[in-house]
C-alpha cells in the first residue's frame, strides 16, 4: 500500500528528495516541514502542504514516513520523537555525530518496532557501480590499491557546513559516502588500520579536506581524498590491480580499464626520461595490453525509497543495514583520532 511521508526540512537535499520521489510510486508526499518561515513559505508556493511544528506532523495519523533533510545535529532527536510518535523514518547521512547518539536510535526503533534506514545513496552512484563490478568479477586480477576522491575549489559552503556545532565539515559530508562504499566493497576483508591527515587549510574551525589511507588484511590499500581547494582536478576513481588498471576520471563517467594481454614481457627497453633514463617506468607495448570502455552498469537511487516501503512491509531486507551504518560510523572516530594524534589507528 502507498506510503505518506513528510520531509523535514526543505533545503538542498530535502529538494533532490522530492524530485525523486516523484518516481517512486509507492510514496506520497503528504506535506513538508521547515522551521524557517521563508523556507516554508516556499513550500506552499511549489505546491505543497505544509506543517506549522513538528508535534503538528507528529500527531497527523496519516503519516507513515519521516524523512529527515536537516543539519547533522538535528538528525537524532527528530527521528526518536517520530519513532515514538509511531512513524519509520529515512534519515539523512552522517546519522548522528557520534556512535552513542546513533545507539540511542536504534534502541528506541528496537522499542517502538519501527524501520529506521539512512540514506547512504552513493551507494547507488554509476561510477562506483563500475569500480564494484570490476572489482566482484576480479576483472583487474587481485586489486591492491584503490583511490577514491571528490575535489572543487569552492571552499566548504558558507553555511551550517562551517561549524563544529551542526556537524560540519568534510569528513562528515563526504567521507561518510566514500567509507561506506569502500567499507561494502570491502566486507569480506578485515579493516586493519587507518591513517587521516584532515585538511585545515581554509581557517574554519572543521576540516575542509582529508587524505585517509585504509588498509585491509588483503593487503589492499585505499586513499579516500576530498579537496576544496583544488582547482585541477585528480581522477574521481583510479584501481590497480595484478592485471588491469581502472580510471574513472570525473562524473561524467569519463575513463577506461587497461588489461595485461598474455605473459608479463621481460624485454622492457630502457627510455629517457627528463634527464635520466628508466627501465621500470618503460611504458608496454601495445601488443601486450588491452583497453576497454568502462562497463555498463544499471542503478537506480529510486531502488532506495522502493526497498524502504518493502522492508516496512516484511517483503525485503533493508538495503542498507543500520550494522553497516554503525561500522562506519566507528571508522569515523578512528579516523578523527588518527587526525588530530597524526598516527596511525589500528583496528
Ligand atoms: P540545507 O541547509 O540546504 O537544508 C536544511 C533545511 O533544514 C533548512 O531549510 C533548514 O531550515 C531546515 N531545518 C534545520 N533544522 C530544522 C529542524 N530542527 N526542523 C525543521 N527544519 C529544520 O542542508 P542540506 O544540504 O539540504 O543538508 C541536509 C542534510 O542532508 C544533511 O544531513 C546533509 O548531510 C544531507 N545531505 C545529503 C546528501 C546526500 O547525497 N545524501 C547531499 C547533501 C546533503
Not at 526540512?9 to 506520497?28: A, C, D, F
Not at 579493516?191 to 576540516?207: C, F, I, T
Not at 576530498?226 to 562524473?251: C, H, Q, R
Not at 627497453?269 to 570502455?293: C, L, W, Y
Amino acid at each position: 500500500m502507498t506510503k505518506n511521508l513528510v520531509l523535514i526540512g526543505y533545503g538542498g537535499m530535502g529538494k533532490r528528495h522530492l524530485e525523486r520521489l516523484q518516481n517512486v510510486s509507492e510514496i506520497n508526499v503528504r506535506g513538508i516541514y521547515d522551521w524557517d518561515a521563508e523556507k516554508t513559505k516556499s513550500a506552499q508556493s511549489a505546491g505543497y502542504r505544509t506543517y506549522t511544528d513538528y508535534p503538528e506532523v507528529l500527531n497527523d495519523q496519516a503519516v507513515d514516513i519521516v524523512l529527515i533533510a536537516t543539519p547533522n545535529d538535528a538528525h537524532k532527536q527528530l527521528a526518536i520523537d517520530a519513532m515514538n510518535a509511531g512513524k519509520h523514518v529515512i534519515c539523512e547521512k552522517p546519522v548522528t555525530l557520534s556512535t552513542s547518539d546513533f545507539q540511542d536510535i536504534l534502541d528506541v526503533a528496537t522499542e517502538t518496532k519501527r524501520c529506521f534506514m539512512v540514506d547512504q545513496n552513493r551507494r547507488w552512484d554509476e561510477n562506483y557501480q563500475m569500480i564494484k563490478k570490476l572489482y566482484d568479477e576480479h576483472t583487474l586480477g587481485q586489486v591492491y590499491d584503490i583511490e577514491n576522491r571528490v575535489q572543487g575549489s569552492r571552499g566548504v559552503p558558507d553555511d551550517w557546513r562551517r561549524t563544529v556545532e551542526h556537524g560540519g565539515g568534510m569528513i562528515y559530508d563526504w567521507c561518510v559516502h566514500l567509507l561506506d562504499r569502500i567499507l561494502m566493497l570491502k566486507k569480506n576483508n578485515r579493516l586493519v588500520s587507518v591513517y587521516a591527515d584532515l585538511s585545515g587549510a581554509l581557517g574554519h574551525e572543521v576540516d575542509d579536506g582529508f587524505r585517509i589511507i585504509l588498509r585491509f588484511d588483503d593487503h589492499m590499500r585505499a586513499l579516500l581524498e576530498v579537496g576544496t581547494t583544488n582547482f585541477i582536478k585528480l581522477p574521481e576513481w583510479y584501481m590497480s590491480g595484478s592485471t588491469g588498471t581502472a580510471i574513472i576520471k570525473d562524473f561524467d563517467l569519463h575513463g577506461e580499464y587497461v588489461t595485461l594481454e598474455g605473459k608479463l614481457a621481460q624485454d622492457a627497453v630502457p627510455v629517457e626520461a627528463g634527464a635520466g633514463f628508466t627501465k621500470t617506468m618503460a611504458p608496454r607495448t601495445d601488443n601486450s595490453i588491452k583497453h576497454h570502455q568502462l562497463p555498463q552498469v544499471e542503478t537506480d537511487v529510486c531502488d532506495f525509497y522502493r526497498n524502504f516501503v518493502a522492508w516496512i512491509d516484511g517483503k525485503e531486507e533493508p538495503l542498507v543495514k543500520n550494522s553497516e551504518v554503525m561500522w562506519t560510523l566507528q571508522v569515523i572516530q578512528k579516523i578523527f583520532e588518527s587526525g588530530r594524534q597524526n598516527k596511525v589507528v589500528f583496528f
